[in-house]
């Protein structure tokens, strides 16, 4: 559909009803017309369109832009085009949308993901965590190493008390430990020096990581695939 036609639809299919729903889990409803996200890929499930996404954005319309992040082509984007975005973020899940499903798949993702997390505002913040978390489930060619650099920064921001920071700070953590037997090693140990900073924010990011390594590694042992040694 051309963009005429997208926007048609969007208003078409508009329900006050949803919109209450989403606010109840937090999500900014300033200009949401409450359409399910299932509902939003499946229009764009095969197009891939710079020029339409930048068009979609610029709306400022809530679906408007998470159709915008199902149908650019991550070869396209560029860091201005991902700082731009990133300061129009005001809902959690435009924010994890941008970062998980377009953001992460662009040469860009590596470095915005150690950038972003000293930029100040909430959801520029989350990105980057998101960022982060939506790198270790989806890249599946870069080395566990890489990962290693994000662990640092990880612990740096557990202490911003701000809810969407911290629980993508978490998100970033278990995401880490859960790609491969080594990482959840090394994202174990970032969980306890975590919760030896001893400040709130950070017990509750380390407790509930840890409380989830420790079901992967049961389910490990329990398939005989754990051979980390140190787990």
Same mark, same amino acid.
């Given at each position: 559909?051309?963009?005429?036609?997208?926007?048609?639809?969007?208003?078409?299919?508009? &329900?006050p $009803?949803?919109?209450?729903?989403?606010?109840?889990?937090?999500?900014?409803?300033?200009?949401?017309?409450?359409?399910?996200?299932?509902?939003? %890929?499946?229009?764009?499930?095969?197009?891939?369109?710079? !020029?339409?996404?930048?068009?979609?954005?610029?709306?400022?319309?809530?679906e408007? %832009?998470l159709?915008?992040?199902?149908?650019? $082509?991550?070869?396209?984007?560029? /860091?201005?085009?991902?700082?731009?975005?990133?300061?129009?973020?005001?809902?959690?899940?435009?924010? $994890?949308?941008?970062?998980?499903?377009?953001?992460?798949?662009? @040469?860009?993702?590596?470095?915005?993901?150690?950038?972003? @997390?000293?930029?100040?505002?909430?959801?520029?913040?989350?990105?980057?965590?998101?960022?982060?978390?939506?790198?270790?489930?989806?890249?599946?060619?870069? @080395? $566990?190493?890489?990962?290693?650099?994000?662990?640092p920064?990880?612990?740096?921001?557990?202490?911003?008390?701000?809810?969407?920071?911290?629980?993508?700070v &978490?998100?970033?953590?278990? &995401?880490?430990?859960?790609?491969? @037997?080594?990482?959840?090693?090394?994202?174990?140990?970032?969980a !306890?020096?975590? %919760?030896?900073?001893?400040? /709130?924010?950070?017990?509750?990011?380390?407790?509930?990581?840890?409380? !989830?390594? !420790?079901?992967k590694k049961?389910?490990?042992?329990?398939?005989?695939?754990?051979?980390? /040694?140190?787990?």
């Amino acid at each position: 559909m051309t963009f005429d036609e997208l926007m048609a639809a969007l208003y078409a299919q508009a &329900n006050p $009803d949803n919109v209450a729903g989403m606010a109840r889990f937090g999500i900014n409803t300033e200009q949401a017309l409450g359409i399910s996200v299932f509902t939003l %890929r499946g229009m764009v499930k095969k197009v891939r369109d710079h !020029e339409l996404a930048l068009r979609l954005w610029d709306t400022g319309v809530h679906e408007a %832009r998470l159709l915008a992040c199902f149908c650019d $082509d991550p070869a396209q984007v560029t /860091p201005g085009q991902m700082d731009a975005w990133a300061a129009g973020f005001n809902s959690w899940d435009v924010c $994890d949308q941008a970062c998980t499903s377009l953001f992460d798949q662009t @040469p860009h993702a590596w470095s915005k993901a150690l950038e972003w @997390p000293a930029r100040e505002e909430e959801f520029v913040r989350r990105g980057a965590f998101a960022l982060m978390a939506g790198l270790a489930w989806h890249d599946k060619q870069s @080395p $566990d190493e890489r990962f290693l650099q994000f662990l640092p920064v990880i612990r740096q921001y557990s202490t911003d008390r701000r809810n969407f920071v911290k629980k993508a700070v &978490n998100w970033a953590l278990r &995401n880490i430990g859960k790609r491969s @037997p080594a990482l959840m090693q090394a994202a174990w140990e970032e969980a !306890e020096h975590i %919760r030896a900073l001893g400040d /709130p924010t950070a017990r509750w990011i380390a407790a509930d990581a840890l409380r !989830e390594f !420790e079901q992967k590694k049961e389910k490990m042992h329990a398939r005989g695939t754990l051979s980390h /040694p140190r787990i």
